[in-house]
């Protein structure tokens, strides 16, 4: 059984970072890429970042890039999200998701194993 586990959310001010971790479970992290999508009160999930299986390739939505970095370690099987110069628009629920390939992908159907999610709140 495939396990997602989020960690690091939080409430912080606008300017600040925070760093999420996404620990998995029951799937091999180095084999597929993984991602992180977020979601705001009365919107639809959206993408944030993906990290292919090596780790070689990433991708980011616009919104974040030169913001945020997609990152793992392969050995602890873990993938993080290291945000700096948080917005309020960033507040949102943001989800670890693990893809169904290896290479980096953008849509929600391409991922098939998902966390429960971890409340991220920027102040402004």
């Known amino acids: 059984q495939v396990q997602l586990v989020e960690s690091g959310g939080g409430l912080v001010q606008a300017g600040g970072s925070l760093r999420l971790s996404c620990a998995a479970s029951?799937?091999?992290?180095?084999?597929?890429?993984m991602g992180w999508f977020r979601q705001a009160p009365g919107k639809e999930r959206e993408f944030v970042a993906c990290i292919s299986w090596s780790g070689r390739s990433t991708y980011y939505a616009d919104s974040v890039k030169g913001r945020f970095t997609i990152s793992k370690d392969n050995a602890k099987n873990t993938v993080y999200l290291q945000m700096n110069s948080l917005k309020p628009e960033d507040t949102a629920v943001y989800y670890c998701?693990?893809?169904?390939?290896?290479?980096?992908?953008?849509?929600?159907?391409?991922?098939?194993?998902w966390g429960q999610g971890t409340q991220v709140t920027v102040s402004s």
């Open positions: 998701a693990s893809a169904k390939s290896s290479v980096v992908v953008s849509t929600p159907l391409e991922y098939d194993y």
């Open positions: 029951g799937r091999t992290v180095s084999r597929y890429a």
